[in-house]
Nanobody
Framework: QVQLVESGGGSVQAGESLRLSCVASGYTYSSGCAAWFRQAPGKARERVAAISKDGVKRHADSVWGRFTISQDNAKNTLYLQMNSLKPEDTAMYYC?????????????????WGQGTQVTVSS
């Protein structure tokens, strides 16, 4: 049984940083693509960043230069370092994973999901 468990969310001021973590059990991140999505109230779930099994990273334009996705294969943990946070980054953040070599943009392509962690940024 695959479980993804996120942590690290919280409430911060604009300009501050947070690091999200997602520990996997029953799944090995190095076997496929892992991604972070976010969903704000009333908005669609969007992919923030993704990392392929080959280590190729992609970041959404809205977070480019501020957020960085990474993974520690020894700890089987996915990270999202978020710097210079803005109020518009406020959302529930989810980690997701799918086996194979391709990192899809659509959330319904991902087989495994965490429960989400809330990030709230105030101005």
């Amino acid at each position: 049984q695959v479980q993804l468990v996120e942590s690290g969310g919280g409430s911060v001021q604009a300009g501050e940083s947070l690091r999200l973590s997602c520990v996997a059990s029953g799944y090995t991140y190095s076997s496929g693509c892992a991604a972070w999505f976010r969903q704000a109230p009333g908005k669609a779930r969007e992919r923030v960043a993704a990392i392929s099994k080959d280590g190729v990273k992609r970041h959404a334009d809205s977070v480019w230069g501020r957020f960085t996705i990474s993974q520690d294969n020894a700890k089987n943990t996915l990270y999202l370092q978020m710097n210079s946070l803005k109020p518009e980054d406020t959302a529930m953040y989810y980690c997701a994973a799918i086996g194979g070599g391709y990192c899809y943009r659509r959330p319904d392509e991902y087989a495994y999901w965490g429960q989400g962690t809330q990030v709230t940024v105030s101005s």
